[in-house]
């Protein structure tokens, strides 16, 4: 029995004229994660694509899990692909889903007719399916209300598929129809969460992680780098820069007041990263601030990081409690990883009672009294290792 994945995009069927060019990168989008699988023949129909395998070795439950996380698609389904014959539906529908149907106590059945020559109507089709099913199974009864599983019969242009209940997609914009933006990536719950979220809305992902050896290890490096991991697994392949943050850290420590430590180096990551987002043709800076989750992340903190971007600066977090931020964490499989107890560079030389209300001029003087400003962000920009992250490696 031939079977396909059946999959519909949501909001794309909004954009008009457009359509096509976001259907085109979705496919795209799930052609990389598909990578290593093996070959698909993607078709795009009336609201729906399908995705064919070419072969018939390939794991159609692994990709279906991949698929499940790539941004776009809202619900998907593996489907038998038939005939367009009434008995040949009926047939297909109680061989293809009878290991379901055989356990289940209640179904019902849906029927979609986009082919308005086949001589049988939505109902006609849900009457004759659900006929033949009552027979085969003695066990199950109709339950259009509340059913354990739902047979989908769908009539198109060029055959008749058949499915059980549709599992839920990632929902958003397919990445890379919504520009590109480089996300301040520590090791913590936050800002992974951040990266997922901007990638939901299309966004392409660069990150830029600090590290400040030797005061944070090998093993908090690795932290990230397998919480992006996870995010590619959403987002797709992530330019990772990981840049040695020790020497700053160590002028601010040494040269400004204890309570401005988090500001002056917020300030001083911005800059860092607003000159590596250029190189990568970056719009955009993206970090897991959520106000007033901690003293550094004040309105007063906030304006003060911001005047040193040099680009917008988003934070899709912002007014989220810990605990969604958590539940999102936990959704995207990151929870356990960030909570490991390597310390990143955000956790080293932490001030005992950081200011909570700052200006920028007080900013400004502050980080005037570093010595060679400009040479320590040209070493720090210029220390940046590159790591390309696969989402299935």
Request: charged letters at 30%; hydrophobic letters at 40%.
């Amino acid at each position: 029995m031939k079977e396909i994945i059946l999959l519909k995009d949501g909001e794309l069927a909004l954009k008009g004229l457009n359509r096509s060019t976001f259907e085109d990168m979705l496919i795209k989008n799930m052609r990389d994660r598909l990578k290593g699988l093996g070959e698909f023949k993607f078709v795009k129909s009336q609201s729906t694509i399908t995705a064919e395998p070419q072969s018939e070795d390939i794991d159609l439950d692994e990709a279906v899990l991949r698929i499940q996380k790539v941004f776009g698609i809202v619900g998907i389904s593996r489907a038998a692909v038939c005939e367009k014959d009434i008995h040949k539906i009926t047939h297909t529908a109680c061989e293809y889903l009878a290991d379901e149907l055989m356990f289940a106590k209640t179904f019902k059945v849906k029927a979609k007719r986009s082919d308005k020559k086949f001589p049988f109507d939505s109902p006609a089709i849900c009457d004759e399916v659900g006929g033949a099913i009552l027979s085969k199974f003695r066990n199950i009864k109709v339950d259009v209300h509340n059913p354990e599983i739902t047979v989908t019969v769908e009539v198109r242009d060029r055959f008749a598929y058949i499915h059980g209940t549709q599992l839920k997609g990632a929902g958003g914009m397919p990445t890379g129809t919504g520009g590109r933006a480089c996300v301040l990536i520590s090791g913590g719950i936050d800002s992974p969460v951040a990266a997922y979220m901007m990638s939901k809305r299309g966004v392409k992902l660069t990150a830029v992680h600090f590290a400040s050896p030797p005061y944070t290890s090998e093993l908090a490096e690795q932290k990230v780098h397998e919480l992006l991991g996870k995010v590619a697994q959403y987002s797709g392949r992530i330019n990772l820069f990981t840049v040695r943050f020790t020497e700053l850290q160590e002028a601010i420590r040494d040269f400004c007041p204890e309570e401005m430590f988090t500001v002056t180096m917020r300030r001083m990551m911005m800059k860092v990263a607003s000159r590596i987002a250029s190189w990568q043709g970056c719009d955009a800076l993206i970090t897991g601030e959520s106000l007033g989750q901690v003293a550094s992340q004040t309105i007063n903190a906030l304006k003060c990081t911001d005047e040193c971007a040099g680009l917008p600066v988003f934070r899709p977090v912002i007014g989220m409690d810990k605990s969604e931020i958590v539940e999102i964490s936990r959704k995207i499989d990151a929870f356990d990883i960030s909570i490991r107890p390597y310390e990143d560079c955000c956790t080293v030389f932490t001030p005992r009672h950081p200011r909570t209300r700052p200006t920028p001029e007080y900013a400004r003087e502050i980080e005037a009294l570093i010595p060679d400003e400009d040479k320590l962000l040209e070493e720090a920009v210029s220390s940046a290792k590159l790591k390309i992250i696969e989402a299935y490696e």
